[in-house]
């Protein structure tokens, strides 16, 4: 990890939820800044209107009579605003608008008393070109407004997309470091083997030459899907990802390396049934409470005469919420699946498929 | 819906409630749901809860003097729009949403603009020369909050002036936990950059100490 991220993470727990070493900066603030505090009760409300008998949004959309009028109408100024959209992206092209900035540092040839310096240039990544860092050469990309990588040496990548929105980029080879203070689903890093979302973080992605790679999180979680494939990475986790076969299943980095090395067998697709069942033998019986967060992954992944004696183990490391059925979650239903990921308090589940859906028009379960 | 939830009225043949129900559960969720079902009380009770969020999204963006009237007229308009609310666990973050929209709706309105500066501490009348040092400062902080990009200005507020923990902040607004802290971590160095630079403002360019408040 670059010592800048290092410096970000240091202990910030008092101003996150007041425990730890107070920081006497922050209660000072704290102490001047209470005066504007909310502290009035609640004044009289009026009575609540409920509808007698609600009637389902289609219904009210298509019973409404300004419906046709207000269609047409959208319809006009759809019409006018992609017309003057096209003409004035013909006119002037995004590379123009949606650039970012991005200072490279390289090391400089070592002068006479034998000392490198650093030479530093500021540079400009416009929409559709590749940034690509040498041995000798690092990059700070300004991500729009919204966050910063930091690009390692041997690295190349490519701005896909920017402007208002989504910010998206191609990470071909090599390490990123990225700090994303947007809100989440905004960012997104294509690799050759699967695609990650910042749900609210900051995280470390290396690819490999063969495309292969594996994300690890400081802050936040991160979501990394393909093909319907997906993988949830919180802080302290990480995950590889294959050319083959996608995301692969996440785990905490203080696990042990045999559950670690267990858990790489099982993301192979070919591997026989008796190095199958003495991995997945391995991940249950080491399995610790944080860990059921990498069960519940296993839960789609593994097959279906598998799957109860990973229902089991994970069950007595986080009992399913009310709601969750040990039927429902042998059959892979998606709603309980999300449910008993919220019991873990990881993040909101919810974040993920909102921004899942916004990508395909069309939700998508585990 | 209400039975699920253990309340013992009947809604009422007006289409309204205002009864106290039995409240055997008392989380968000089952307070959506019982005003959802015309409870009004279980309203007043979510308005205790998520006041402090309302008012600290709306010192971030309007006038000091302007927050405390707005915060109630965010519940008044959040309140006729309950029932379309279909997940009842996004509550806190619908009605930040809507929150946010009276910010920008609040300068959209023609208004008369205020020759007074909206310290709320101003009208104290004859003060103490060092109690008006401090109003000016404790000013001061907060306008450095709130010249903060917005995101960070949004939750530092929560954190520093309503006095919400990064995980409540993150509960009650929706937003993930990773980017309360980032916001917090970012804006609070951010913070700290502007209050120094000010410091060497104020002393005509020579650096000075940090300020402390006392």
Known sequence: ?366 | MARGLGFSNAILDSGTMTGTPAVPDDSDIALVKASQAGYRDAFGQLYQRYARMVHGILLAKVPVAEVEDLVHEVFLRALPRLHGLREASRFGAWLAAITRNMAKDYYRQPRVQLECNDDSASADGIAAPNQQAHTREVQEILDGVRSLPEAYRETLILRLVEGMTGPEIAAKTGLSHGSVRVNLNRGMQQLREKLGQRCVAASGGRKQEPRKID
């Open chain 1, 1 to 366: 990890m670059a010592p800048d991220h290092q410096d970000r993470t240091r202990d910030d727990s008092y101003l996150w939820d007041g425990s730890g070493q107070p920081d006497p900066e922050i209660q000072r603030l704290e102490l001047a800044l209470e005066r504007f505090r909310y502290s009035r009760p609640a004044p009289p409300l009026p009575a609540i209107q409920v509808p007698a008998q609600p009637l389902r949004w289609w219904s009210e959309i298509a019973l409404n009579p300004w419906t046709p009028r207000f269609a047409a109408t959208l319809l006009v100024v759809s019409a006018i605003g992609c017309g003057l959209w096209l003409e004035q992206s013909s006119r002037r092209p995004d590379v123009a608008r949606h650039g970012w900035d991005v200072e490279v540092t390289s090391a400089s040839q070592p002068s006479e008393n034998g000392d490198a310096g650093v030479a530093k240039k500021s540079e400009r990544l416009e929409l559709g070109e590749t940034l690509e860092t040498n041995a000798a050469t690092k990059a700070s990309v300004a991500v729009a407004e919204i966050g910063r990588i930091e690009v390692e040496p041997m690295t190349r990548l490519r701005l896909l997309q920017s402007g208002t929105g989504r910010k998206r980029i191609a990470l071909d080879r090599g390490t990123i470091h990225a700090t994303i203070w947007a809100p989440p689903g905004q960012f997104v890093v294509d690799t050759p083997s699967a695609v990650a979302v910042d749900l609210g973080c900051m995280y470390t992605l290396h690819v490999d030459d063969s495309g292969s790679g594996i994300l690890r999180t400081t802050l936040g979680w991160v979501g990394f899907h393909r093909d319907g494939r997906e993988s949830f990475i919180p802080a302290g986790a990480a995950c590889p990802t294959h050319v083959k076969s996608g995301p692969g299943t996440p785990y905490f980095e203080d696990a042990s390396d045999a559950f670690r090395s267990a858990l790489a067998q099982l993301d192979l697709p070919e591997l026989n049934s008796a190095s199958r069942n003495s991995a997945l033998d391995l991940v249950l019986r080491q399995a610790r409470e944080r860990d059921a967060f990498t069960l519940w992954h296993l839960l789609p992944r593994v097959r279906t005469g598998e799957r109860p004696s990973v229902y089991d183990r994970l069950a007595a490391l986080v009992p399913p919420p009310p709601g969750v059925t040990r039927d429902g979650i042998l059959r892979l239903d998606g709603r309980m699946l999300d449910s008993w990921w919220d019991a873990f308090d990881l993040g909101d589940i919810y974040l993920w498929r909102h921004w899942e859906q916004s990508w395909t028009g069309r939700p998508t379960s585990p």
